[in-house]
């Protein structure tokens, strides 16, 4: 007897085949991440560079500033005469502060020890004092004086001349003033007379006392 086997074919495996994504997602994701740091590591470096050379700039800046002051304050010059304010006239072992030197304090650097004040004025005859003396010093011992003290502050004799042993000129000059002196003994007198007349643009007569 015949038997009639069906056999009833396997049904085909229609499913598609599942594509293992795993492995791309990683890669993607892995190339994203590495791009965020480089990104981040140029910002960091974009702003450190910035950074520096704008504290550069304010530095330099803020010295600009300072030093113009730092300059102004060191800004006297030698062998120029300083501001009012700041202004030191010196005559012999005297010295004064202000915008001109009194005129009393020449007066009494350049007078005569050994004499007596006869008259004393100021603003005349285009001098800014005149002083008249007298001493019974002869001519020579009173120029011999003047020779020594001139010597003795450093002074600059400008002219000097004589008429005999009775009469002696003589110019000198401060850095603040100058000086022109008359000795003279005239004939048949004791005493010596002595013009000292002072002139000068840094030296003013203003409070003299007469």
């Not at 892995?30 to 140029?42: E, F, P, R």
């Not at 504290?55 to 030698?78: D, E, G, I, R």
């Not at 001349?161 to 100058?178: H, I, K, R, W």
């Not at 002139?199 to 006392?209: A, C, H, L, Q, Y």
């Amino acid at each position: 007897m015949d038997q009639n086997t069906n056999s009833t074919p396997a049904a085909p495996n229609n499913q598609p085949a599942q594509n293992n994504q795993t492995g791309g997602s990683s890669g993607s994701g892995g190339s994203k991440v590495g791009l965020i740091i480089v990104i981040v590591i140029l910002v960091l470096i974009i702003l450190g560079v910035g950074g520096y050379f704008l504290a550069k700039n304010l530095f330099k800046k803020a010295v600009n500033v300072v030093t113009p002051a730092a300059q102004t304050t060191a800004s006297v010059a030698v062998g120029t005469r300083t501001p009012s304010s700041a202004r030191t006239v010196a005559t012999g072992s005297t010295a004064t502060t202000g915008a001109k030197m009194n005129v009393q304090v020449a007066i009494d650097a350049v007078k005569y020890p050994n004499g007596q004040v006869t008259d004393q004025m100021q603003d005349t005859a285009g001098y800014v004092a005149k002083v008249l003396m007298s001493s019974s010093d002869s001519v020579d011992t009173i120029k011999t004086y003047y020779n020594d003290l001139i010597t003795k502050n450093g002074w600059k004799v400008t002219r000097q001349s004589s008429s005999g042993a009775n009469n002696y000129y003589l110019e000198f000059s401060d850095v603040n003033f100058d000086v022109e002196l008359d000795i003279t003994r005239s004939e048949g007198y004791d005493t010596t007379d002595i013009d000292i007349r002072f002139s000068g643009d840094n030296i003013t007569s203003s409070g003299v006392e007469i």
